[in-house]
């Protein structure tokens, strides 16, 4: 099981930035790829970037070149620095984490999401 803590999200002006992590603790095996999604007010889940755990980044069109996804294997983190930030970008934003069980010699993999954290960007 893994537990997945943010924190860095708030409220900030359009043209400003934020910086957001995630934490994964907990009992597991290893951890995988690791991402960012957001839920717009009144609208899906969508993907906002994603990292594999050798650093290979891939990101959503609508933040290509404002946002940098990032991560720290060694505590388990993921980071997502957000500049250039617009209304359109208000939303909660999840952490999601890929990882590894190993029971004996049984390995399962699992997902696992945080609880959000608000990012309100006013105009």
């Known amino acids: 099981q893994v537990q997945l803590v943010e924190s860095g999200g708030g409220l900030v002006q359009a043209g400003g930035s934020l910086r957001l992590s995630c934490a994964a603790s907990g009992s597991f095996f290893s951890i995988g790829g690791m991402g960012w999604y957001r839920q717009p007010p009144e609208k899906q889940r969508e993907l906002v970037a994603t990292?594999?755990?050798?650093?290979?980044?891939n990101y959503a069109d609508s933040v290509k070149g404002r946002f940098t996804i990032s991560r720290d294997n060694a505590r388990n983190t993921v980071y997502l620095q957000m500049n250039s930030l617009k209304p359109e970008d208000t939303g909660v934003y999840y952490c999601?984490?890929?990882?590894?069980?190993?029971?004996?010699?049984?390995?399962?993999?699992?997902?696992?999401w945080g609880q959000g954290t608000q990012v309100t960007v006013s105009s």
């Open positions: 999601n984490v890929e990882y590894v069980n190993k029971v004996g010699y049984l390995y399962s993999r699992g997902s696992s």
């Open positions: 990292i594999t755990r050798d650093g290979s980044a």
